[in-house]
């Protein structure tokens, strides 16, 4: 049984017995390893201040990703390369093409927000050679700058290569891979410290049988939502067990007539496979978060928390989507809607958890999801919809409708769906049906929307959901727009 954290920070290796499993590497890195580069800004994933570089093997290669340090756990570090700011310069003082395009550009004003855009950008440098500006300004998301303003580091983000995308940290990759390699354990990271116990277990069958001897453990994904649990709410969290080094769990894979998520693959490891088949899942998830929270956060985790605005389950519940539960040996697959039992509350029994996520790959049937949300990135939905159509010439077959943030859960709008059925696809009998809604769904007013507005923008949303498989989008938003500037 291992019982040490053991990770590379820049090019050393550290190994951490008496370690609070739930410190977050910004206070480990501020408050033990002095290195004060990194600031905290929000202590919860939103302003970027706080963002480090994960280093993580992808056979002979490192992938180095973006993440936001404030809500990440020490623990999970182990057999990762923690990259900061402070590692960046060269050994002879000379700045890192990054730092050097910043100062360039005039990327930086008040210097606080300014290590995490560094290390935003080091991580794009490393990963993509010509990023379009739409793709730098998603990296950039995830970064609040409230002085110096956009222009001057998207300048420099386009600057940095100006000798292409070598560094010292490519020149030495292969000595990283032998050093990350040597730091690999083949059985469970266990630690105890002050009253909590954290497991990090690498295969499935260790990970059930740990799971169903604590069921009253919390189990540990990308720490996205738990994280906060720790630096906002100051929750004790006695018993931690960690999803992300079990290898089953981190597949992909898209097959002939279906996608499959394994729950410790991240937003990022599943992007391609769902974007290629459901274009619009794609944008919605491109909208989720940020790059860093997106490097780290789970679809498993998203569905676990069972949020009535979870962006993601309006769209899987469109496509029909399946969880395999396990518990110890044994699985179960459940239909996403009926796994929503009740607000934050699921089907999930004690000593269960999802092992992956099933999504059929329809080829026949239209799909469309949208997010609405006051800002267009980094925001929480007021309103989210998913739809999937399948027609019978121009009639419906059937569709499945599903919205977030109109219920205590992610819901189907059955009556709706059963309004439709079999009507023809059009303007007046969407119109129609779409006051069966009010009966589906009896939003409530928040600080984000008034009960009403949800109301408008679930009808609304169905209705350009017409247009778009009838029209196309391009035309759907003059529509659109040109409604919304006749009154
Ligand atoms: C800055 C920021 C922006 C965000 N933006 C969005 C957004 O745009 N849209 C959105 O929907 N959410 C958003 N979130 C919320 C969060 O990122 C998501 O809910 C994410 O999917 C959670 O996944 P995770 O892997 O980080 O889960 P964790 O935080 O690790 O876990 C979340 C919960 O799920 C449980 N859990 C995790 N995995 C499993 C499993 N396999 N089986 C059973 N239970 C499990 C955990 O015990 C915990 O209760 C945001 C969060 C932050 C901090
Ligand atoms: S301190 Fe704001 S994202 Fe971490
Ligand atoms: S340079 Fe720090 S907020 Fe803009």
Request: negative net charge.
């Amino acid at each position: 049984m291992a019982q040490t954290v053991r990770f590379i920070l820049g090019d050393e290796i550290r190994e951490l017995t008496d370690i609070d499993p739930t410190m977050t590497v910004l206070t480990y890195l501020r408050t033990v390893e002095r290195r004060t580069g990194t600031k905290e800004g929000c202590a919860e994933g939103d302003c970027g201040a706080c963002t480090v570089v994960l280093g993580i093997p992808d056979g002979d290669r490192v992938r180095y990703r973006a993440v936001d340090s404030c809500i990440l756990f020490v623990a999970t570090l182990d057999g990762k390369q923690l990259i900061t700011v402070e590692d960046l310069r060269d050994r002879d003082g000379s700045l890192h093409p990054v730092q050097q395009a910043m100062v360039d550009c005039h990327g930086s004003q008040c210097g606080f927000c300014t290590p995490g855009f560094v290390m935003s950008l080091f991580a794009l440098y490393h990963c993509e050679l010509e990023p379009s500006d739409r793709r730098i300004s998603d990296v950039l998301a995830g970064n609040l700058c409230r002085c110096t303003g956009y222009r001057p580091i998207i300048e420099a983000a386009r600057r940095m290569y100006a000798n292409g995308n070598g560094d010292r940290f490519t020149a030495v990759e292969s000595a990283v891979i032998e050093q990350l390699r040597s730091i690999q354990r083949a059985d469970t990271l266990t630690l105890m410290h002050g009253g909590r116990t954290y497991y990090a277990p690498v295969s499935l069958s260790t990970l059930a049988s740990l799971v169903e001897r604590h069921p009253d453990a919390r189990l540990l994904s990308g720490g996205t939502d738990l994280g906060l649990l720790v630096t906002k709410q100051h929750e004790d969290l006695d018993t931690l067990i960690y999803l992300g080094d079990v290898r089953e769990l981190q597949t992909v894979c898209a097959d002939g007539d279906q996608i499959e998520i394994g729950a410790a693959a991240t937003f990022t490891d599943a992007f391609d496979a769902v974007a290629d088949h459901y274009p619009d899942f794609g944008e919605l998830l491109r909208r989720f978060g940020s790059v860093q929270v997106r490097n780290t956060g789970t679809l498993a985790g998203n569905i676990a928390t069972a949020s009535p605005i979870g962006d993601s389950l309006p769209a899987l519940m469109a496509l029909d989507a399946r969880l395999v539960l396990r518990r110890g040996g044994t699985t179960r697959e459940v239909g996403l809607d009926e796994f929503f039992v009740g607000y934050r509350r699921t089907a999930m029994q004690p000593g269960e958890f999802i092992e992956r996520i099933r999504i059929p790959i329809h080829t026949r049937r239209r799909f469309a999801a949208y997010k609405i949300s006051k800002r267009f990135d980094q925001d929480i939905a007021s309103v989210c919809a998913a739809y999937s159509l399948a027609l019978d010439g121009s009639t419906v077959r059937d569709i499945r409708i599903a919205y977030g943030g109109m219920a205590p859960t992610p819901r189907r709008a059955r009556l709706c769906e059963q309004a439709l059925a079999g009507c023809p696809w059009n303007e007046a009998t969407v119109e129609q049906a779409s006051h069966a809604l009010d009966r589906d769904f009896a939003p409530i007013t928040d600080l984000r929307a008034s009960s009403a507005y949800r109301s408008l923008v679930a009808r609304n949303l169905l209705r350009k959901f017409q247009l778009e498989t009838t029209h196309g989008a391009v035309e759907t938003r003059i529509v659109v727009y040109a409604e919304h500037c006749h009154g």
